[in-house]
C-alpha cells in the first residue's frame, strides 16, 4: 500500500487553478521531489496535504485513510510533519525550545498535571529531551542549543525547522525548498541528511526544491508540475531530459533554440 | 564570566538554573519574610498592594506575553473575581477558603467561555473586542444592582480563615504574609506552566500559528486555555483587591484600570514573570514616591508649581512612552542587559543585543 496517495486533487483560488487534478503516490522509504517553476503549486500541494487548504474537489489518503477527515491540527499526530518555504518558527523561543514544540503530538498529561509538574510529567519532559537531543546530534545544532532564533542566520534556521519537524519522529516528512539559500556547503550536508533520514531513521521524505543536483543526488522520483498540472513523473534525469519540462521551464520556443 | 557544566537534563527542568541563581532567591525569600519589620505598616500595605497587582499583571503575562493575544478588558476579570468572592460568602456563606479559589475558577471559567467567539480574531479587532468585554462588564455591575450593589458598591469583609481575620489597619502583617504565600504558590505554578509543554504551545502561538497548527497544536483550544488561565489568574487578584480596598463599585473596574494593567507589563517587560513584578512596582509605588518628592520640592519652596491635578497618569504614560521608544523588553530587559554586561565584563560589546535582519514572514496562510 502506498503511503500517501493523492488523486485528481484541484484547488480554486478565485479564477486560479492552483492545483489542477494532480495524482500521485508516495511509496513508504522513497524520497519523492516536486519540481515545477515559481508559482507550479507546489507549496499549495503542501498546504493541501497539511490540510491548511480545503481543496475544491480531489482526494488524499495517507497510510490508506481518507486525509481530508482530519483537520489541520491533527495531520501532525497522524505522523506527518513539515517545513515552511519561508520558515515558520517560533521567533522568541530558543533553539531547544522549538525543538521541543515538535514533540507537541507525544504530549501525554492534562495541562492541571503540566501546571503542578507532578513527576510524570517531569519524566516526560526528560524523554522530550532525549528525543530533541538526538534530533540535535543529528543536525549538529549543538552550538546553538540555547540562542534565540530571531538572532540566528538563514542557514541555521533552515536547519532548526527542519530539526523541529525530525522532533515529530514523523513517517512522512514534508520539505518545501530545504535548500534555497543555502551555500553549496549546506546544501551538501542537506542532501546527507536527507538520505540519511531515508535510510537511518526509515523516514518517506517529500520534498519541494529547485537545485535540481540535490533533486537528483537523493530522490527516487520527481514529479514535475506547471501551472498545477502534472506535466511529468519519473526518475530525476526521465524528467530533466523531459520536453515538456523544459519547455515549462525555459519557454515555448526553448526545444528549437536547443535543436 | 559564569560557566554552569551541566551534567543533566533535570537541571534545565528545575526550578533554578544554578547555585546563584537558587542563594539570590533565597536571599528574596529572607528579606520578603522580614520586611514587615522592616518597614512602616503604611508601606508595608503598599507593598501588599505590589503583591496583589503583580498576581493581576501575571494574568495578562500569561495572555499576552506567552500567547501574544490581547487584551483592552482585563479589569471585567478583576470585577468577577471580586464581586464573585463577597458574594460567595455573604450570599452563599462560605468560607473564604473556599470563596477565594472558586473565584478564580468562576473568573476562568469566564474566561474559557468568552474565548471561544473572539480567540478567532486578531490583533486590533481582538483588542476592540476586548475593549467591549470590559464596557460590557462594568454597565452589567450597574444593571445587577440587585447582586452587586450597583453604583452603591460593595462592602467586603475581612479574611476569615478558621476565625482569624486579615485587616490591613489592624494586623497588616498578617494580611501581608497571607498574600505573600499565594503570590508564591501562583508564581510557582506560572513556572511550571512555562517548562512544560503548554507554555511551549503558547509561545508556539504568539510566534506563529501556521506552524504551531502544523505541530500539532490545536489552535481553538489552547487559546481557549490561555484566557481561561489568565482570566483565573486576574480574577484571584480582584477577589484579593476587593478585601484589601474594602468597597468596590462598578467605578473601581473601568477600561482606565484595564489599561493600567497593560501599561503595567509593558514598563515592566512583557514575556516574564519578573516583568509583572517589576511593573507593579513602578504602578503602586510611583504615586508614593512622587507624593514624597513633591513633599521634599515643598520643603524648598516649590509647593506650589508641583501640585498639579493628575500628574501621576502623566507621569506613568510618559514612563510608558520613554520605555516603548528606548526599551521595548521594559525593566526585566533592561535588567538582563545590565546583568549580562556584568558576567561578560569586560567583553561585552555594544552591539551585543542589536537584533539581527529579521527575515520575511507570510502571513498569507493564516
Ligand atoms: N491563499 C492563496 N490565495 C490566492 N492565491 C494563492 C494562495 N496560495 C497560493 N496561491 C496562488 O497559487 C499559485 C501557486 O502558488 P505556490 O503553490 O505557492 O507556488 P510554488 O510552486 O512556487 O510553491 C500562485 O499563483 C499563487 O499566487
Ligand atoms: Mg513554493
Given amino acids: 500500500m502506498s503511503l500517501l496517495e493523492v488523486s485528481d486533487l484541484t484547488i480554486r483560488f478565485g479564477g486560479l487553478v492552483a492545483v489542477d487534478s494532480v495524482s500521485f503516490t508516495v511509496e513508504p522509504g522513497e524520497t519523492f521531489a516536486l519540481v515545477g517553476p515559481n508559482g507550479a503549486g507546489k507549496s499549495t500541494l503542501f498546504n493541501l496535504i497539511s490540510r491548511i487548504y480545503e481543496p475544491s474537489s480531489g482526494s488524499i489518503r495517507f497510510k490508506g485513510e481518507d486525509l481530508l477527515t482530519a483537520h489541520a491540527d491533527q495531520v501532525a499526530g497522524l505522523g506527518i510533519a513539515r517545513t515552511f518555504q519561508n520558515i515558520e518558527l517560533f521567533e522568541h523561543a530558543s533553539v531547544l525550545q522549538n525543538l521541543l514544540v515538535g514533540r507537541h503530538t507525544h504530549r501525554q498529561y492534562s495541562f492541571l498535571s503540566e501546571l503542578l509538574f507532578l513527576p510524570r510529567v517531569r519524566e516526560q519532559e526528560r524523554e522530550n529531551r532525549k528525543a530533541v537531543e538526538n534530533v540535535i546530534d543529528f543536525l549538529d545544532l549543538q552550538p546553538y542549543r540555547n540562542s534565540l532564533i530571531a538572532g540566528l542566520p538563514y542557514g541555521v534556521r533552515k536547519v532548526v525547522e527542519m530539526g523541529r519537524a525530525l522532533a515529530l519522529s514523523p513517517t512522512l516528512l514534508l520539505l518545501d525548498e530545504p535548500a534555497s539559500g543555502l551555500s553549496v556547503e549546506e546544501t551538501n550536508d542537506v542532501a546527507f541528511w536527507i538520505e540519511d533520514m531515508k535510510k537511518l531513521m526509515g523516514i518517506t521524505v517529500l520534498m519541494v526544491e529547485h537545485d535540481m543536483s540535490l533533486v537528483s543526488a537523493v530522490s527516487d522520483r520527481v514529479l514535475a508540475l506547471a501551472d498545477g498540472k502534472t506535466i511529468a513523473v519519473g526518475s530525476a534525469k526521465e524528467v530533466q531530459s523531459h520536453p515538456a519540462v523544459i519547455e515549462a521551464y525555459l519557454g515555448p520556443d526553448s526545444l528549437e533554440v536547443e535543436a | ?366
Avoid at chain 2, 215 to 221: C, P, Q, R
Wanted: hydrophobic share 55%.
Fill in chain 2, 1 to 366: 564570566m559564569r560557566f554552569v557544566f551541566k551534567t543533566h537534563y533535570d537541571q534545565d527542568l528545575g526550578l533554578f538554573k544554578h547555585t546563584q541563581h537558587r542563594v539570590c532567591y533565597a536571599l528574596l525569600g529572607a528579606i520578603m519574610v522580614a520586611l514587615p519589620w522592616l518597614i512602616s505598616d503604611y508601606l508595608l500595605g503598599e507593598f501588599t498592594l505590589v503583591l496583589i497587582w503583580s498576581i493581576a499583571g501575571m494574568g495578562l503575562m500569561i495572555l499576552i506575553g506567552q500567547t501574544g493575544q490581547a487584551s483592552l478588558g482585563h479589569a471585567a476579570f478583576l470585577a468577577i473575581g471580586a464581586y464573585s468572592v463577597v458574594l460567595l460568602q455573604e450570599r452563599a456563606g462560605l468560607p473564604f477558603l473556599l470563596a477565594f479559589p472558586l473565584a478564580g475558577l468562576i473568573s476562568g471559567v469566564c474566561g474559557a467561555l468568552i474565548a471561544r467567539p473572539i480567540a478567532k480574531l486578531h490583533g486590533v479587532y481582538l483588542a476592540i473586542a476586548t475593549l467591549a468585554l470590559g464596557i460590557l462588564v462594568e454597565d452589567i455591575i450597574v444593571i445587577a444592582e440587585a447582586w452587586t450593589g450597583g453604583v452603591g458598591g460593595l462592602f467586603a469583609p475581612d479574611i476569615d480563615i478558621f476565625g482569624h481575620t486579615f485587616n490591613k489597619y489592624i494586623n497588616p502583617a498578617d494580611l501581608y504574609f497571607l498574600i505573600l504565600g499565594i503570590t508564591v504558590v501562583l508564581v510557582l505554578l506560572y513556572k511550571n506552566l512555562l517548562r512544560s509543554p503548554l507554555g511551549r504551545a503558547f509561545a508556539a502561538i504568539r510566534d506563529s500559528e501556521v506552524s504551531a497548527q502544523a505541530m500539532g497544536v490545536e489552535i481553538a483550544k489552547t487559546k481557549s486555555l490561555s484566557f481561561a488561565l489568565s482570566a483565573a489568574y486576574t480574577g484571584l487578584a480582584g477577589a484579593l483587591l476587593g478585601h484589601f480596598t474594602g468597597i468596590f463599585n462598578n467605578e473601581t473596574f473601568t477600561i482606565i484600570m484595564s489599561i493600567n494593567m497593560l501599561m503595567m507589563i509593558v514598563i515592566g517587560g512583557v514575556g516574564s514573570i519578573h516583568g509583572a513584578f517589576f511593573g507593579a512596582a513602578v504602578f503602586v509605588l510611583l504615586p508614593t514616591i512622587i507624593a514624597f518628592a513633591r513633599d521634599g520640592l515643598a520643603t524648598l519652596g516649590l509647593g506650589n508649581a508641583v501640585v498639579i491635578p493628575g500628574i501621576e497618569a502623566g507621569i506613568f504614560a510618559a514612563i510608558l512612552i520613554a520605555f516603548l521608544l528606548f526599551e521595548p523588553l521594559g525593566i526585566y530587559g533592561r535588567w538582563v542587559k545590565i546583568r549580562t554586561w556584568f558576567e561578560l565584563f569586560p567583553l561585552a560589546r555594544r552591539d551585543m543585543f542589536k537584533r539581527n535582519q529579521s527575515f520575511l514572514k507570510t502571513e498569507r496562510t493564516r
